[in-house]
């Protein structure tokens, strides 16, 4: 029997409402919900491939994997891949330093706060600060900008409020993200 489950995307802060479809725990469809407060009925691509993410793929990868000098892969025991990783590492810092390790984390890992403490915890371990997202490697120049043009430091208006909104290089009515479309400009 089919369920249909009312949730939100995790994919970036937009966070827009979707249905999602499922029978017996698998993932049938993913469709916009147009009821959502924010959203609308919106959904971008992600959104919308997202049930592929949760298919039962035949080439789907479902454990650790190592790959063979032809080529080939074959399962392997997590325990033993961890010890590898473990010693990969152990000798890169004892060779190199601390700061020789880093950690990029995009979109799916920032949304998941258990991932981006653990991340941070596992960095502090280690000694390095060396800690990378989207936010540092392809948007710093947003915030360098912002502070160089006389960013307004009081905080956001509720955009209700406002008889006037100007908005440079984004566009909100279509990426749902970031300002005005966060949920703390709205009423409550």
């Given at each position: ?7 939100f995307c995790r994919n ?69 891949v961890l010890d590898d ?104």
């Open positions: 029997m089919t369920a249909e489950h009312r949730t970036c802060p937009a966070a827009c409402g979707l249905l999602v479809e499922t029978v017996e725990n698998r993932v049938l469809a993913v469709r916009p919900d147009r009821q959502h407060p924010m959203s609308g009925g919106y959904m971008c691509v992600k959104g919308m491939m997202s049930a592929e993410l949760h298919a039962d793929d035949p080439g789907r990868i479902l454990g650790p994997l190592r790959r063979a000098p032809d080529g080939a892969r074959t399962p392997v025991d997590l325990e033993d990783v473990h010693g990969r590492i152990a000798d890169l810092v004892r060779r190199h330093g601390p700061r020789s390790v880093a950690v990029y984390y995009g979109t799916g890992s920032k949304m998941n706060p258990l991932s981006a403490l653990s991340m941070k915890a596992w960095l502090d371990i280690i000694g390095t600060p060396n800690l990378y997202s989207s936010s540092t490697i392809d948007q710093s120049a947003r915030w360098v900008t912002q502070d160089r043009m006389g960013r307004f430091t009081t905080g956001k208006p509720v955009i209700h409020d406002l008889d006037v909104l100007m908005i440079v290089g984004q566009n909100p009515a279509v990426a749902h993200n970031g300002y005005p479309t966060i949920p703390s400009n709205y009423p409550r």
